[in-house]
């Protein structure tokens, strides 16, 4: 006691008071960096980071909008092609993003169940895919920038198609042949390409379900017919 | 030549002569007819959407008009049957009536379609050479063909038979009776053919059956004698031509069998569509009672069967032996099959579409002023050819007049 | 009995007729004929608000399309790109797309993936430069789409009205109707004039500038695929396509029939048709139905197609199906 007395005596409490705003500062850095590439909500620190942090947070880093592939020609501008989802991680890949998940994934280890404790990250993934209860179903268990096949070998990000053909193999099949899901451009292909819509494009892979969509206006009565009825009423009555 | 030139201009001086009544009627026709005109004017500038139809219901008044007048043409024919071929002698003072209504009556059929056209420019499209023609394909060009066939062989009967006698000489047998032979079987082929304009379209439950052509012809023979029934007592009223009771007496027996088929073939419809609950039935369900809470023809059609059901009960009793309830027999049998085959035919054809969706049909006033002056027009033609015809059946109109001679 | 003859045309009266013509008749007949034809005139009135051009010497003597020489269609392809620019404020690209060898067209129509918004109506009045009075009117589109019961195929039952908040509802399913280019087709058979055939490639096309308005076809249509033009179409100038061919998309005048033609402007020339380019859930699938390695010939073979209203006896060259 009466050592660390003479120790701070001797001027040393500036360098101590250094090394814990340093230690504050990286910890709150790193908290801060941990949020970035999250759905860009700010969500409450953890209890672990608000120990260390007093100052306010990092500001977050603008995100570049998603861009999606062309479907279909050009000149249709007059037709709405977007697909039903934006899809995020691999249009950022194309538009140049480093996405290396083991960037955090190394310092982490593997976790196989989706509900039993709090995430850091992926707060806005809910995982709601059939009967699916573990994440590492279909994410790499050491390789996060991949998925896993059933044998464990990896399935490169690219070919994450093949991901989904694991399992839905007749959809697959049908989407190979151009039945399942929509292609846009030529269907002759002497005259030019077609492009197929990638799975994720209209499926989100953590809640797959087709969502439904507000439709576009309905039919109208027509102008000149007669004893339209209130728009109230249903044209079905329950006697037919 | 030079006399058929003559004659036809003394009959046009002789249109102008007549009496105050005479001129107030035809004054009144020609009104109504131009009015017409000017609606159709008015249609043809602005399209078809100053009519109530709609892409569901893409026929209306203008070829429920035309199928109902169709029908009347044709019963000139039950004038031709009893003069011709069970040789009554007393119906040939009125057979050339009838010829003259199924004249006048067929060109407004005519003029019907043409109104009901989109491009009525366009007609020539179907006469070949220069057009193309969907014969024998189409029964729309089949159609074409018999009701022209018709007219004409209507005007030859009658322009003959009148000019024969303008000329105070007997008319060679071969030049009209093949003629009057063949016009039967035509009658019967405009409105057969008519009906089968329906009948043919497997995609329409309602009109997709066999009862409809008969129903077609019962009802005509029913609406033309009523009609020649009124005209004969206007005849008898305002000209000094003779009709005696027997023609209007034997058509009224005509009317009878012909309305006592039509309502028990109703009955047959009626129980084939009803008996059973299908969706089959929606458009006979639709006209009867209401579909989908739609119910616009629903008042018509009862009126219709009711009116139907009032004239056969006058014409079965003897209360239509009288003048005057046959006379309300004949107005309400013409009005019910006017309703029947118009709004009791056409529109639930449409009703609902083939997808099951339904909208209603009314005329709007462009389209009932254009039909009216189709009607006053052929009202106009009617009394016209009347007034030429019968001075020339009295003999007062000859080629040669004996002017010095004392009137009659 | 009784008859008036106050009121019948007695011989005296008839007598004028015979007597030559006097300057007092010449006159009152001229007085009435003057009186008869300014009615006329008045009646016929509205004929002056006629656009010039809108009927022509031209337009009369055009012949069927199938009888024009290539000279005579080119011609009338730059008279009609330049009425439409005078009307409408767009030139065009205005041309006439043959078929294609060796192509019959076939649509298939994957019921367990319609969804029923609605994007194919919308992109097919878009492509088509169809009527409408704004930009929800979907009177004259092509396609129509039927909610129905799960459990009904019964057409009699199907609201082509519905507007919930999202689709698909729970319990219904969803059925586009369009033109089905039917093979036995009701509508080439009762044309009068034969403005509707059938090409090579199994389409049904309209010539409008030969059809005369009947609407014949329309009381035909087993499956209500035709639409008619009421009126001039009113098509805003920015809403314009301007892609557009003889016998498919150009803005067709009033009076005249039309429907859809698989887009030929886009199919002849090797491209989707607009509805299936907007789907968003791939429930449709076009192509060649005699390529055997095409995706039609795929779902023909493979899945459990039907055809609607089969018992007519139309064949259409669409057709409808289940994945599961």
């Known amino acids: ?196 819509l990638r799975c994720i494009q209209c499926h989100d892979p953590h809640s797959p379900k087709f969502k439904p969509m507000q439709p576009l206006a309905p039919l109208r009565y027509p102008p000149r017919g007669a004893n339209p009825l209130p728009a109230t009423s249903p044209q079905t009555s329950a006697a037919h | 030549m030079r006399d058929y030139v003559t004659f036809l201009f003394r009959a046009w001086r002789l249109s102008f002569q007549g009496s105050a009544r005479y001129y107030a009627w035809m004054s009144v026709l020609t009104l109504i007819s131009l009015l017409g005109l000017h609606a159709w004017a008015r249609q043809f500038v602005d399209g078809l959407q100053t009519t109530g139809m709609t892409n569901q219901v893409s026929w209306g008044a203008y070829i429920a008009n035309f199928t109902f007048l169709v029908g009347v043409a044709a019963a000139a024919v039950m004038l031709v049957i009893p003069a011709y071929i069970y040789k009554k002698e007393h119906m040939h003072e009125v057979v050339l009536f009838g010829e003259l209504i199924a004249i006048a009556v067929i060109v407004m059929c005519l003029l019907f379609v043409t109104v009901d056209l989109g491009h009525p420019e366009r007609f020539h499209h179907m006469i070949p050479p220069f057009g193309v023609f969907n014969f ?35 008319p060679t047998r071969l030049f009209y009776i093949p003629f009057v032979f063949l016009s039967i079987v035509w009658a019967v082929s405009i409105h057969t053919v008519t009906a089968f304009l ?96 739609h119910a616009g023809l629903v008042p018509w059609i009862w009126a219709a069967v009711s009116l139907n059901t009032l004239g056969l009960a006058f014409l079965m009793t003897p209360v239509s032996r009288h003048i005057t309830g046959l006379n309300v027999a004949c107005v309400a049998c013409f009005i019910g099959i006017w309703t029947e085959k118009g709004m009791g035919l056409i529109i639930p054809g449409f009703v609902p579409t083939p997808l099951g969706q339904v909208v209603e049909y009314l005329p709007t006033l462009n389209e009932t002023m254009v039909c009216l002056g189709i009607w006053a027009f052929g009202a106009l033609l009617f009394s016209w050819m009347l007034h030429v015809a019968i001075p020339i059946m009295n003999g007062s109109l000859r080629a040669k007049p004996d002017l010095s001679a004392a009137t009659q | 009995m009784s008859h008036d003859p106050q009121n019948e045309v007695s011989p005296r009266t008839v007598e004028q007729v015979y007597k030559p013509m006097n300057r007092r008749t010449f006159l009152k007949g001229a007085a009435a004929s003057m009186i008869g034809v300014a009615g006329l005139m008045a009646a016929l009135k509205p004929l002056l608000e006629l656009e010039s051009g809108a009927v022509t ?35 065009p690209n205005l041309r006439d797309v043959k078929p294609l060898d060796g192509v019959e067209f076939g649509y298939a129509l994957n019921l367990t993936r319609c969804i029923g918004c609605r994007k194919c109506a919308n992109a097919c009045l878009k492509e088509n430069n169809q009527s409408r009075e704004d930009a929800k009117d979907l009177e004259m589109s092509y396609i129509r789409v039927l909610e129905l019961n799960k459990g009904a195929i019964n057409l009699e039952t199907s609201d082509p009205y519905y507007d919930p908040a999202l689709v698909p509802q729970e319990g219904k399913y969803y059925m586009p109707v369009q033109c089905h280019q039917c093979r036995q087709s009701p509508c080439t058979k009762v044309c009068p004039v034969q403005a509707t055939w059938q090409e090579q490639d199994g389409l049904v096309v309209v010539d409008y500038n030969w059809c005369i308005g009947c609407r014949y076809c329309m009381a035909a249509c087993p499956y209500d695929a035709r639409r008619f033009n009421y009126k001039k179409p009113t098509v805003a100038k920015d809403q314009i396509n301007p892609n557009q061919s003889y016998l498919s998309n150009r803005i067709r005048p009033k009076g005249v029939v039309e429907k859809c033609t698989f887009c030929l402007h886009r199919t002849r020339e090797g491209k989707y048709p607009a509805c299936q380019e907007v789907c968003p859930t791939g429930a449709r699938v076009f192509g060649n139905l005699l390529d055997p390695n095409s995706e039609i010939s795929y779902v023909l073979n493979n899945k459990r197609v039907y055809i609607l209203k089969e018992d007519v006896g139309t064949q259409p060259r669409f057709y409808y199906f289940f994945d599961k």
Request: charged share 20%; proline share 5%.
């Open chain 1, 1 to 196: 006691m009466i050592a660390i007395e003479r120790w701070i005596q001797r001027g040393n409490l500036r360098t101590l008071m250094k090394l814990g705003i340093g230690v504050v500062v990286s910890a709150s850095i790193m908290n801060g960096a941990g949020e970035a590439p999250s759905a860009g909500t700010d969500s409450p620190p953890t209890a672990a980071a608000t120990a260390f942090v007093t100052t306010s947070p990092l500001p977050s880093i603008a995100r570049p909008q998603a861009n999606q592939p062309l479907a279909g020609l050009p000149s249709d501008t007059h037709l709405d092609k977007t697909p039903p989802r934006r899809t995020k991680g691999l249009d950022l890949v194309k538009a140049g993003w480093t996405y290396n998940c083991m960037e955090c994934h190394k310092l982490f280890p593997a976790r196989w169940h989706y509900d039993d404790r709090p995430f850091n990250e992926h707060k806005d993934v809910k995982l709601e895919h059939g009967n699916n209860r573990f994440c590492l179903n279909c994410h790499h268990p050491t390789n996060r920038n991949a998925f896993v096949d059933y044998d464990g070998a990896e399935i490169a990000q690219a070919d994450v198609v093949k991901l989904c053909a694991k399992c839905h193999g007749t959809i697959y099949r049908d989407w190979e042949a151009g039945v399942h899901g929509r292609q846009n451009g030529f269907w002759k292909a002497e005259l030019g390409d077609k492009t197929k």
């Open chain 2, 136 to 170: 024998p394909g189409s029964i729309l060009s089949w159609d074409v063909i018999v009701l022209n066939g018709y007219l004409m062989l209507n005007l030859h009967i009658a322009g003959y038979l009148l000019y024969c006698r303008y000329h105070h000489r007997q």
């Open chain 2, 198 to 293: 329906y009948v043919g379209l497997a995609g329409r439950g309602y009109w997709h059956h066999p009862l409809v052509p008969s129903r077609f012809l019962a009802s005509a023979f029913v609406a033309g004698p009523a009609l020649m029934i009124v005209t004969f007592q206007i005849i008898r009223r305002t000209t000094r031509y003779f009709i005696c009771d027997e023609p209007i007496f034997t058509l009224r027996m005509i009317m009878t069998v012909a309305m006592i088929i039509n309502m028990f073939l109703l009955g047959c419809e009626l129980f084939t569509e009803f008996y059973y609950p299908t969706a089959h039935a929606a458009a006979a369900h639709y006209l009867f009672f209401g579909l989908h809470g």
């Open chain 3, 57 to 91: 010497l031209d337009d009369l003597l055009q012949k069927h399309y199938r009888e024009l020489t290539r000279e005579d269609l080119q011609r009338i392809i730059i008279s009609l790109a330049q009425k439409e620019q005078r009307e409408y404020g767009v030139y």
